[in-house]
């Protein structure tokens, strides 16, 4: 406790400059994730407390952050369209999700899996990240336009035959789960058609319309309806606020100019009496735990999204460990990656209980506390602080606040959320692969294709491929490489090592060195299954170095065997030199150390074999012109 203390003044200040920061940005992506803005102002208040609390980054400033908005985003949008349009009925499925997500990450913390993170590739974060940007500006034109799709009486109203179709579908298979037999029972089926009422397709047909213009590509369907209904006063408010964000940062950037874009633009609304679109009521009161998550337990509901909970963990860790790095590079500290995957997902489990957003750590709010004197664990719990007592004391007044003005802080985001380094490097990237006449950049492939599946058609699923695409791209690449290293070449095409300059001539004919360098894995065993068939006739022994070979997958392994195996038929004497302790664990697993090559076989260095060769082959091919293997 003493420790937290240290450093009072400075975290008060940096805490309570952080709260202010997070708290425009706290409400707009509540707004964009569906919740509404009390589930993002509830998310940053308890991810900041709990996961500063128990983080292992003293300066870290938790909350929600866009990329993980953006996939909350598609997660509630699918629970809501299962659920009738309900997102009251469709919660308690909803914050499960983020509960699971939350208890992953507290898992991964716990086996030690903080500091294997950074090894996801750098083009599917750059792909996932400009995916996030693009899809933030796209699904704010909307509202920055002022138009909502689910008002539009005529949009609407076109959906009607769908929904009339749908609610018919629905008392079919109900009838049928039921064991009625719909075809010999029409009095139940006429019976319950009664349900078709006007008010219920004009009900299901909003939320048809409201569903099919979520996301990317549904808002870009209806833009054009959207500007032939732009509401005038709404998109100045949009432009007002994005005008003051960039604007302000040009006189100074002490004060948050997102706070004072949020305060001017809702201030000027409010005062002259504007008839603008205000955000959702904010609930007043402490917030109150969502106990029907437990309550209502379902597991056939979530277990589509189980998927989805793991992306979240994880997209919540690499945001968070990302932001810790920062934090470390300005304060010249160390963070504790696993410590801080624990806090992480134990802030997001209590933020689901109460109804909020999932989130990571903030790179923006983090850097501005330590700007502002925070370096204590104490900064990110006093955020949290803050973000309560504004909500306690200000909730009614926060709810005041023009839906226009969170879309345009939305739309700042997303272009700042862009990786625009990853951009630009694009025509700079070396061209390694060959499709037909063209010369690609592998990692340029990666990126655009995480980019457009994640924009245009499902975040989660993008980035498993961008990560899968990766892996094989990376796997060929080791594969060549390895071959490349350590084929089979004559002592004329390759020079020697050191310490075989002096084996004797007259054994040339009889003795074939082969160098292995790199990995023995899956992706370079075609090429060194050729061993076998290389070796002229005239070998009577094989020196097989191995102290350049650290690692053997198990493809490798039996590629190995089968060599050896064929080795063994032909009469030939395979020695091995300097295995390693890897591949002769492999080895002695599947009995290839003693079964094909004895121990005494094994020899710890060159000299070693080449003592054995000298006692143990003789010279059969004198007349031949000397030759050998490396």
Same mark, same amino acid.
């Given at each position: 406790?003493?420790?937290?203390?240290?450093?009072?003044?400075?975290?008060?200040?940096?805490?309570?400059?952080?709260?202010?920061?997070?708290?425009?940005?706290?409400?707009?992506?509540?707004? =964009?994730?569906?919740?509404?803005?009390?589930?993002?102002?509830?998310?940053?208040?308890?991810?900041?407390?709990?996961?500063?609390?128990?983080?292992?980054?003293?300066?870290?400033?938790?909350?929600? +952050?866009?990329?993980?908005?953006?996939?909350?985003?598609?997660?509630?949008?699918?629970?809501?369209?299962?659920?009738?349009?309900?997102?009251?009925?469709?919660?308690?499925?909803?914050?499960?999700?983020?509960?699971?997500?939350?208890? $992953?990450?507290? *898992?991964?913390?716990?086996?030690?899996?903080?500091?294997? !993170?950074?090894?996801?590739?750098?083009?599917?974060?750059?792909?996932?990240?400009?995916?996030?940007?693009?899809?933030?500006?796209?699904?704010?034109?909307?509202?920055?336009?002022?138009?909502?799709?689910?008002?539009?009486?005529?949009?609407?109203?076109?959906?009607?035959?769908?929904?009339?179709?749908?609610?018919?579908?629905?008392?079919? #298979?109900?009838?049928?789960?039921?064991?009625?037999?719909?075809?010999?029972?029409?009095?139940?089926?006429?019976? %319950?058609?009664?349900? !078709?009422?006007?008010?219920?397709?004009?009900?299901?047909?909003?939320?048809?319309?409201?569903?099919?213009?979520?996301?990317?590509? *549904?808002?870009?369907?209806?833009?054009?309806?959207?500007?032939?209904?732009?509401?005038?006063?709404?998109?100045?408010?949009?432009?007002?606020?994005?005008?003051?964000?960039?604007?302000?940062?040009?006189?100074?950037?002490?004060?948050?100019? +997102?706070? /004072?874009?949020?305060?001017?633009?809702?201030?000027?609304?409010?005062?002259?009496?504007?008839?603008?679109?205000?955000?959702?009521? !904010?609930?007043?009161?402490?917030?109150?735990?969502?106990?029907?998550?437990?309550?209502?337990?379902?597991?056939?509901?979530?277990?589509?999204?189980?998927?989805?909970?793991?992306?979240?963990?994880?997209?919540?860790?690499?945001?968070?460990?990302?932001?810790? /790095?920062?934090?470390?590079?300005?304060?010249?500290?160390?963070?504790?990656?696993? #410590?801080?995957?624990?806090?992480?997902?134990?802030?997001?489990?209590?933020?689901?209980?109460?109804?909020?957003?999932?989130?990571?750590?903030?790179?923006?709010?983090?850097?501005?506390?330590?700007?502002?004197?925070?370096?204590?664990?104490?900064?990110?719990?006093?955020?949290?602080?803050?973000?309560?007592?504004?909500?306690?004391?200000? *909730?009614?007044?926060?709810?005041?606040?023009?839906?226009?003005?969170?879309?345009?802080?939305?739309? +700042?985001?997303?272009? =700042?959320?862009? &990786?625009?380094?990853?951009?630009?490097?694009?025509?700079?990237?070396?061209? &390694?692969?060959? !499709? *037909?006449?063209?010369?690609?950049?592998?990692?340029?492939?990666?990126?655009? /294709?995480?980019?457009?599946? =994640?924009?245009?058609?499902?975040?989660?699923?993008?980035?498993?491929?961008?990560?899968?695409?990766?892996?094989?791209?990376?796997?060929?690449?080791?594969?060549?490489?390895?071959?490349?290293?350590?084929?089979?070449?004559?002592?004329?095409?390759?020079?020697?090592?050191?310490?075989?300059? &002096?084996?004797?001539?007259?054994?040339?004919?009889?003795?074939? $060195?082969?160098?292995?360098?790199?990995?023995?894995?899956?992706?370079?065993?075609?090429?060194?299954?050729?061993?076998?068939?290389?070796?002229?006739?005239?070998?009577?022994?094989? $020196?097989?170095?191995?102290? %350049?070979?650290?690692?053997?997958?198990?493809?490798?392994?039996?590629?190995?065997?089968?060599?050896?195996? &064929?080795?063994?038929? =032909?009469?030939?004497?395979?020695?091995?030199?300097? /295995?390693?302790?890897?591949?002769?664990?492999?080895?002695?697993?599947?009995?290839?150390?003693?079964?094909?090559?004895?121990?005494?076989?094994?020899?710890?260095?060159?000299?070693?074999?080449?003592?054995? $060769?000298?006692?143990?082959?003789?010279?059969?091919?004198?007349?031949?012109?000397?030759?050998?293997?490396?």
């Amino acid at each position: 406790m003493k420790n937290l203390f240290s450093n009072f003044k400075g975290d008060l200040f940096g805490g309570v400059t952080a709260g202010i920061v997070a708290l425009p940005l706290a409400l707009a992506f509540g707004v =964009s994730s569906g919740l509404g803005p009390s589930a993002g102002l509830y998310g940053a208040i308890f991810i900041s407390f709990f996961a500063a609390l128990f983080g292992g980054t003293n300066t870290q400033i938790s909350g929600p +952050t866009a990329p993980m908005t953006a996939v909350s985003m598609v997660i509630i949008a699918g629970i809501i369209a299962i659920n009738d349009g309900s997102v009251e009925q469709a919660l308690p499925a909803i914050l499960t999700v983020f509960l699971l997500g939350g208890l $992953i990450q507290i *898992g991964l913390g716990f086996m030690g899996l903080g500091k294997y !993170i950074r090894y996801i590739p750098y083009p599917v974060v750059s792909g996932f990240m400009t995916a996030i940007g693009v899809i933030i500006i796209i699904t704010q034109i909307l509202p920055t336009l002022g138009y909502y799709p689910k008002d539009d009486a005529e949009f609407v109203n076109s959906y009607k035959p769908k929904a009339e179709e749908l609610i018919l579908q629905n008392i079919l #298979k109900e009838e049928a789960g039921e064991g009625i037999l719909v075809l010999e029972n029409f009095e139940e089926t006429i019976k %319950r058609s009664g349900e !078709i009422t006007e008010e219920n397709i004009a009900k299901e047909a909003k939320t048809l319309a409201s569903s099919d213009t979520k996301g990317a590509l *549904g808002a870009l369907m209806v833009i054009p309806r959207a500007l032939q209904n732009i509401n005038w006063l709404e998109l100045a408010l949009a432009l007002a606020t994005i005008l003051i964000i960039y604007g302000f940062k040009k006189i100074t950037t002490t004060i948050p100019s +997102t706070l /004072v874009a949020l305060l001017v633009v809702s201030g000027v609304a409010f005062g002259f009496g504007l008839n603008y679109r205000p955000i959702e009521t !904010i609930p007043g009161g402490f917030p109150i735990p969502r106990l029907e998550i437990f309550t209502q337990f379902k597991l056939g509901s979530i277990t589509p999204y189980i998927f989805s909970s793991v992306t979240l963990a994880l997209l919540g860790a690499i945001d968070s460990l990302l932001t810790s /790095v920062v934090a470390d590079n300005m304060t010249k500290t160390k963070h504790n990656p696993n #410590k801080e995957l624990v806090g992480q997902g134990i802030g997001n489990s209590i933020g689901a209980i109460f109804g909020g957003l999932p989130g990571a750590g903030a790179t923006i709010r983090t850097v501005v506390n330590i700007n502002s004197g925070g370096k204590t664990k104490l900064s990110g719990m006093i955020a949290g602080i803050l973000l309560l007592f504004i909500l306690l004391a200000l *909730g009614p007044i926060a709810s005041q606040i023009p839906a226009a003005v969170l879309a345009g802080i939305l739309i +700042t985001v997303g272009t =700042s959320v862009m &990786d625009y380094k990853g951009l630009k490097a694009i025509p700079s990237l070396p061209k &390694d692969i060959k !499709i *037909g006449p063209l010369k690609l950049s592998s990692e340029v492939i990666v990126m655009l /294709v995480v980019m457009l599946l =994640s924009t245009f058609w499902n975040l989660v699923y993008a980035v498993g491929i961008g990560l899968v695409i990766a892996s094989l791209m990376f796997m060929k690449k080791m594969g060549d490489l390895t071959a490349e290293r350590s084929d089979v070449k004559s002592l004329e095409e390759e020079e020697a090592w050191a310490d075989e300059l &002096d084996f004797p001539k007259n054994l040339k004919e009889e003795v074939f $060195i082969k160098h292995l360098k790199g990995p023995l894995f899956f992706g370079s065993t075609s090429e060194f299954q050729a061993l076998a068939n290389q070796i002229p006739k005239t070998a009577s022994t094989v $020196i097989i170095r191995m102290d %350049r070979m650290q690692y053997m997958d198990q493809s490798g392994l039996y590629t190995l065997e089968d060599i050896l195996i &064929d080795l063994k038929k =032909s009469n030939i004497n395979v020695l091995f030199v300097d /295995v390693l302790k890897q591949p002769r664990y492999m080895m002695e697993r599947v009995d290839v150390i003693p079964d094909l090559i004895p121990e005494e076989h094994i020899f710890e260095t060159f000299n070693e074999s080449l003592k054995w $060769i000298k006692n143990n082959v003789k010279d059969t091919y004198k007349s031949k012109e000397s030759h050998s293997l490396t």
